[in-house]
């Protein structure tokens, strides 16, 4: 027999904001792009606001909205033509959020968001918790510049605490006498200095939390960077059973911790010791969960639209193993990638985020392949995304 999942504490039909109801986003890039279509497939409405214009989400939304984050006026506004507001880009000013208390409800909110939008907080966070992570200190002078330093022990690496991504804003550092000159291109901003730590891999575990407390986590996915910068995500993430399997336990207790409602990805160090730390989350869709789209029953983007609009979320369950690489402005140095020897390979799903200035480290689309295996599919994705420069 087939049967509904139960929810633990179910949801009462007034909270439930049914198809048809228009959804806001704030920030306008691919995550919003890819969360529109999937909630657009669900028949809802999407209104975006950012600074920008002809944006990634924009060109889907039914509305996209022009104004800075500042402009409290516009904000309250866009929230009043909404029935629920997301996010799809952290680093909006809690200000920003603090403006829509009242008029609508926001998931995550706002207090789970001012966790999670800055290295420092978030850190203090995990660590009070019992979360693992490497060791850290914060720094906000030269004479806790000097004690951290001094307490961690070198190698170590100097993050700012607040809007970075993509390693921006980071120093790796051998030598203690090191610190001070990469303290001072950091601006001399307060700081953490994190352990350097030797990484076997690095995997993330996305996870979601309905309204009525239900979390569905997908399994652990392997990434791998290149220049800071994610290259090649792949799944599931041949790690030892019980590390994934704990990855998704921690996973699980942070959306518990932070009462979240909505997507969040936990990203992961697997050191060579075989320990597991977290290193850090990110409050929305990630961009190594691309490959739900294609290749899980329920997308990243639309378990967010099932858990901010308080319908039961969907299965995490993989179709088939897949892998998924970042198209990056840099291959359009040579001119437009041929896009036709990329199609060739019909397990390969092809996405453009209509971005249309194509700079080299920026994010211009992705493409999956599944396949029997992992190897398999990550072999292919890499073949078509040569392809696209033949
Ligand atoms: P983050 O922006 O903090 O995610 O850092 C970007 C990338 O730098 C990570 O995905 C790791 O590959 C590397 N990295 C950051 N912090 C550390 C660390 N403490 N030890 C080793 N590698 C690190």
Known sequence: MITPSSSRTGVSNAQIIAPGATLGVLGSGQLGRMFTIAARRMGYRVHTFSPDQDTPTGQVADREVTAPYE????????????????????????????????????????????TAQQRGREKAFLSERGFPTVPFARAATRAELEAGVASIGTPIVLKSVAFGYDGKGQHKIMRPGEAERAWNALGKNEILIEKFVSLQAEISVIAARGLDGVVAEYPPFENRHSNHILDLTTAPALVPAPI??????????????????????????????????????????????????????????????????????????????????????????????????????PDV??????????????????????????????????AARDALLS
């Open 71 to 114: 402009d409290l006026d516009a904000l309250r506004a866009f929230a009043r033509d909404v029935s629920v507001v997301t996010f799809e880009f952290e680093n909006v000013p809690s200000e920003a959020v603090h403006a829509l208390d009242g008029i609508v409800p926001v998931r995550p909110s706002g207090a789970a968001l001012y």
């Open 244 to 345: 994934a399997a704990r990855a998704r336990e921690i996973a699980r207790a942070i959306l518990e911790a932070l009462d979240y409602v909505g997507i969040l990805c936990v990203e992961f160090f697997v050191t060579t010791d075989g320990d597991l730390l977290v290193n850090e989350l990110a409050p929305r869709p990630h961009n190594s969960g691309h490959l739900t789209f294609d290749a899980a029953v329920t997308s990243q983007f639309e378990q967010q639209v099932r858990a901010i609009c308080g319908l039961p979320l969907g299965s995490t369950e993989l179709l088939r193993p897949a892998a998924m690489a970042n198209l990056l402005g840099d291959l359009w140095s040579e001119g437009e990638p041929n896009w036709a020897a990329a199609c060739r390979y």
């Open 349 to 382: 799903k092809l996405h453009l985020y209509g971005k249309t200035q194509p700079r080299p480290g920026r994010k211009m689309g992705h493409l999956t392949a599944t396949a029997r295996t992992v190897q398999e599919a990550q072999d292919i994705v890499v």
